[in-house]
């Protein structure tokens, strides 16, 4: 799929992490397949700093040479997200210092990668209008202890530290037409405009891409549009962690893997077409690795697998292998 998708200047990627890595099946599906990799949580903060002030980065500096010796293109992932943070962080907010330890937050893992990494999702999943905020911003850590304008000061810092790096927004949900995701398209458009008019260093925009297999209606002429409305701030586009939720399908697994497929088909055929689209990453290679049957809230209630992932347990290709093969292969070349 890889020369697939580099003929036609899409990068074609998926998440990696350090279990993974250990099965074979897993090593020769990514060297076979993939072009780039993302890590799923080695680089977070709540992995590297699970005691104040010691920095692990051996998992991570493991994945990253792995890639970097077999010419796969590394994303880092993430910066600043409100999520999987240290456990010992919320001791010190108060604290006088506690700005310059969320600054670190940004400084050491850029500093520790340097040229290694230089493609980042600086700023993760930052607006919410559930929140309720006028300017959107999800109520977090880094709100309360950096202000406002801690996005800005992120993207700022992160350009300073790595002038030729590409710097990404990465958010989620503004794919369907279902009042919860299609409410978060212009809260999105309007922190990046707010971004751009700062003169914030950003490059790109990452969607997330968690996909739904039934229950929301899928409107590509709405989704183009997000699309080009991201792409008019002169940001590049990457699907970043791509998979298809199928809970709220019967367990049939003809019907889901079919079901899976199609929604991917729908999605990518619009995305694809959109030049300023410049790659799609997986969140992962096979059913089992999938956060949807790891996350205790999202498993689905008959206790079957999920299957939101282009391979099976088996590491066979599933129907939304060739999904998204046809999407690639019908893309126009960037
Ligand atoms: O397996 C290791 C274990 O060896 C280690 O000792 C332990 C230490 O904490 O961590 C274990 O790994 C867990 C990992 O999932 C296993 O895959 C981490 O604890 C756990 O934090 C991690 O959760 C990840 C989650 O983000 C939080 O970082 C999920 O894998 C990952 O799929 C999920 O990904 C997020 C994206 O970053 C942002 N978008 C949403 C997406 C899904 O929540």
Known sequence: MKARAGKRGLL????????????PRFRAVLLREFSAVTLGYEMKWGFT?????????????ALVDFAVQHQLHVRGHTLVWHANLPGWLKGIIEEPD???VFRNQIDEPIKH??????????????VDPVDGRPDNLRKSPWLRVLGTRFPEEALFRARELMP?????YNDYGVEFEVDWQRSRRAPILRFIERLKKAGAPLD???????LFASGYAFDPSSYRQFLRDVASFGLRILLTELDCRDNMLPADIGLRDRTVADTTRRVLEVALDEPAVKGVFTWGVADPQSWLNSDPTR???DNTMARPLPFDEHYQAKPMWQAIAAAIDAAPGR
Not at 12 to 22: H, K, N, P, V, W
Not at 49 to 61: I, L, N, P, S, V
Not at 113 to 126: A, C, H, K, M
């Open 12 to 23: 074609f990627g998926t998440a990696i992490d350090t279990e993974g890595l250990r099965d």
């Open 49 to 61: 700093e699970r005691r104040r002030g010691a920095r692990e980065f051996k998992r991570a500096d």
């Open 98 to 100: 506690a700005p310059s």
């Open 113 to 126: 990668f340097q040229d290694r990494v230089t493609d980042w999702d600086i700023l993760n999943e930052v």
């Open 164 to 168: 030729g790096a590409a710097l990404y």
């Open 204 to 210: 790109g925009f990452g969607i997330q891409s968690h």
């Open 299 to 301: 498993k689905r209630t």
